[in-house]
């Protein structure tokens, strides 16, 4: 090998210079499917969808990527970091459909980075602070399993794209399910503070899982993940009331979050988040 | 401590692996082999000395790995367009990664990592110090990729070639992501340049403030290098601290002309005669300021650190509890 080579070619034109968007990855998932939305299907809603789940990725990214240099270990500083970049990657997707199908033409940086707190249409349990890592664990917990419950009956949505993005999600969900729960067994069955920790983090994350069974129907997937993690780590089942709408389907979905009633955390997110880009609206990066 | 100790004496004169050969044989050997331009293996009798030396230099290269993610991390959540924030947490999820494979590569020479990460956040181990400068704009992510990566290029590549195996090997896998990252870096500030009068005095601002922290990575000049002579010898190191310097200043004023951006450094110009640049003389008393701690950003750098360190202890705790717990279980299934 020579010694120079790696630096001298740098300053030359690189023809996938746009490829290096996507983390770690060159695959484009959505290589080849046909972006038409089609005929019989309601563009409005799939673009709610997209514009819904986007914002629990994008906004559940932003939380992770907060435990950048402050992981407990070096093996969960990168597994924290891989799941942060699948959520970012599946937010991208998202909005560049819901830009491709609700009539705007937006590019993604429109939807993250000039939308106020109001417009954001994620649930309020993906923009609820850090905590230590029992609460980021449980948090994780539930919503990638809720994830990988919608996103596994997204593979058949009628709109080709976002069943690709789901085809693509579910894989990298199975992962950030699987890691949560082997913390979770792990703290919950660990030593009497990471027991106390965990069911802490339970009562924490309970309040806010009735919000999350307001449009299709995923509930009992998800309730015997939960059911199954918590008797292997010795812990209660998290108590939490079902939405009042919970018996409404389908998009827009009603309830907190959904409708753009947040907690007060997530203002102070985007702002962190959206800052730069507002500081430089004339700019590209 | 107990197994970098151990190994230490096992590498020693009472290494029972002697088996009748005296010292004298083994260090002929190892010797041979280093001028034939072989590579020593974890399994292969090494002087204490060289084991040390190695130990110090890949632990201090992790360290750099992990302390190195702060700067740049913190922009993470800030970064102005989420193909950027990708790009960066991937960029910063490979320190982490680099981190891993380095500690492991001292783990062969009977060092223990824990035992690292305490001696670094007790301050007996060092990092590089171009990390104890501070990032004040999204321009620093850029200038960081193609000044500090760069250098670390320079550095490390020949490292690839080092005598021990498992620091050669780690090496090739680094340095390919870290010519990604100065790419990356190079092609953010491209962008940047021709973007706003705003963003062109971020980028030039940042240059300024990089530009000789970045030539002082390589080290104090070589009449001021100890430990350079050793390592020369054993091979662990290639090229004098001056000469990568140069090389790197060499093959920077090229890009920055590119970009379109002044390097702060009025003595810089092309000598024909030597056909290479020459430059003004970084302040020395500067690096040794900032190796004695007293950078910008030391304190905030080390207290990150041994505060995540302090915090996941609980953590790591429950990891090993229920570790042991299960292997209990098993235990008591076989019976």
Known sequence: MSDDHVYMTLAEGHEDDARWAYGTGFEDPLHGVDIAVPEGVDAGEVAACCLALGDDALVSAQRLAEWCTRAPELEEEVALANIGLDLLGQARLLYGRCGQVDGTGRGEDAYAYFRDPGDFRNVRLAELPGGDFAFSITRLLVLSSWRLALFEQLTASPDPVLAAIAAKGVKELAYHRQYAAEWAVRLGDGTEESHRRMRTALEQVGPYIGELFTAYDVRDEVVAVLRQVTEAAGLPMPAWKPSPSSSSRGYPMPGAGRDGDHTEHLAPLLAELQGVARAHPEATW | ?335
């Open chain 2, 1 to 335: 401590m107990t197994k970098t100790d151990s190994a230490s004496s096992a590498a020693g004169s009472t290494d029972p692996r002697l088996d009748g050969h005296d010292e004298q044989d083994l260090e002929q050997h190892f010797d041979a082999t280093i001028a034939r331009d072989q590579r020593i293996e974890p399994r292969d009798w090494m002087p204490d000395g060289y084991r040390k030396t190695l130990i110090r230099q890949i632990a201090q290269h992790a360290h750099s790995e992990i302390i190195g993610m702060q700067p740049e991390g913190e922009w993470i959540t800030r970064a102005p367009s989420l193909r950027r924030k990708a790009i960066l947490f991937a960029k910063v999820q490979d320190e982490a990664g680099h981190g891993l494979y380095l500690y492991s590569a001292a783990e062969t020479l009977g060092a223990d990592r824990a035992d690292l990460t305490q001696r670094l956040i007790e301050g007996r181990q060092k990092y590089s110090s171009i990390f104890n400068y501070p990032t004040l704009s999204f321009a620093d992510v850029g200038v960081i990729g193609w000044f500090v990566d760069g250098a670390a290029i320079c550095n490390q590549v020949p490292l690839c070639r080092s005598s021990y195996g498992p620091y050669a090997r780690a090496m090739v896998r680094i340095c390919k992501e870290e010519s990604f990252h100065q790419r990356q870096g190079y092609e953010l500030l491209m962008t940047m340049m021709r973007g706003t009068d705003a963003q062109r005095e971020m980028v030039q601002d940042a240059v300024d403030r990089w530009w000789w922290p970045s030539l002082m990575m390589f080290g104090p000049p070589d009449d001021a290098s100890p430990n350079s002579a050793q390592s020369m010898a054993w091979k662990i190191k290639r090229h004098s601290n001056d000469e990568l310097r140069r090389r790197f200043v060499d093959m920077t004023v090229p890009q920055a002309e590119k970009l379109g951006v002044t390097l702060p450094d009025p003595e810089l110009r092309w000598n024909a005669e030597r056909g290479h640049h020459d430059f003004g003389t970084p302040d020395w008393s500067e690096l040794q300021r900032v190796i004695k701690g007293d950078g910008p950003c030391n304190a905030q750098r080390m207290e990150r650190r041994r505060s995540a360190h302090e915090e996941g202890a609980w953590v790591r705790e429950a990891a090993s509890a229920y570790a042991a717990k299960q292997s209990r279980r098993a235990r008591e299934g076989a019976a």
